[in-house]
C-alpha cells in the first residue's frame, strides 16, 4: 500500500523557518512526480509546490517563490520542503502528495 | 502554467438529484485530474482519478468524465452525506476553485 507520512510541522514565528519531510512507502518514488499542497483555516485548497522524478525541475504557487524550496532523495525514499521567511498567510495544513494520494497531513502555524 | 477553473461555485441541490460540477484547464492536461469531497473539518478525500476511475470504497453514483481541457463530476442521485465542497486538481498542480453542494 502506499504511504505518505508527514513529520517536522509545529509552531513558528513570523520570519522563522521549518523544514517539512514526508517518507514514502509502498512505491519507488523515483517513478513519481511529488508534491505539496496545503489548506489554511477557512480556505480551499492550494498547489504549494512540485518536483519532477528526477528532481530536475521544480515548480511553485507563486506566493511561495523564493521563500520555500522542495527537494527529494529518491534513494531514501524521502521528500522535504524548506520553508524560510514564514508569514502568517502560510498557517495552514501541509500535504505530501503523489498524484491523487495524500498523506495525512501536518499542521504548520505561523504565529507570534 | 495551467490554470483550473471549477464551476458553478454553489451548487443548491435536494437529495436525488442529479447534479454536475465542472472544471476546465487552461490547456490540455490529457487525463491527469481528480476529484476530491471534503466535509467541514475533514481532510479531502478522492473520489475520482484519471479523469474517471473511482477511487476504492466510492459509491458508483460517483463518475467522472473528460480529456484534455473539460472534465466533469456527476453525482447521480444525491445523498445527504453528499452535502460538501468538491475540489478537481491537475495532478501535481493547481486545484479549482470548489464547488459547494448545499441542501436546496
Known amino acids: 500500500d502506499v504511504q505518505l507520512v508527514e513529520s517536522g510541522g509545529g509552531l513558528v514565528q513570523p520570519g522563522g523557518s521549518l523544514r517539512l519531510s514526508c517518507e514514502a512507502s509502498?512505491?519507488?518514488?523515483?517513478?513519481?512526480?511529488m508534491s505539496w499542497v496545503r489548506q489554511a483555516p477557512g480556505k480551499g485548497m492550494e498547489w504549494v509546490a512540485s518536483?519532477?522524478?528526477?528532481?530536475?525541475?521544480?515548480f511553485y504557487v507563486e506566493s511561495v517563490k523564493g521563500r520555500f524550496t522542495i527537494s527529494r532523495d529518491n534513494a531514501k525514499n524521502s521528500l522535504s520542503l524548506q520553508m524560510n521567511s514564514l508569514r502568517a498567510d502560510d498557517t495552514a495544513v501541509y500535504y505530501c502528495?503523489?498524484?491523487?494520494?495524500w498523506g495525512q497531513g501536518i499542521l504548520v502555524t505561523v504565529s507570534s | 502554467d495551467i490554470q483550473m477553473t471549477q464551476s458553478p461555485s454553489t451548487l443548491s441541490a435536494s437529495a436525488g438529484d442529479r447534479v454536475t460540477i465542472t472544471c476546465r484547464a487552461s490547456q490540455s492536461i490529457n487525463e491527469w485530474m481528480a476529484w476530491y469531497q471534503q466535509k467541514p473539518g475533514k481532510a479531502p478525500k478522492v473520489l475520482i482519478y484519471e479523469s474517471s476511475r473511482l477511487a476504492n470504497g466510492v459509491p458508483s453514483r460517483f463518475s467522472g468524465s473528460g480529456f484534455g481541457t473539460e472534465f466533469t463530476l456527476t453525482i447521480s442521485g444525491l445523498q445527504p452525506d453528499d452535502f460538501a465542497t468538491y475540489y478537481c486538481q491537475h495532478y501535481n498542480t493547481h486545484f479549482g476553485q470548489g464547488t459547494r453542494v448545499e441542501i436546496k
Open positions: 502528495a503523489r498524484d491523487h494520494l
Open positions: 518536483i519532477k522524478y528526477d528532481g530536475s525541475q521544480m
Open positions: 509502498g512505491f519507488t518514488l523515483s517513478d513519481y512526480w
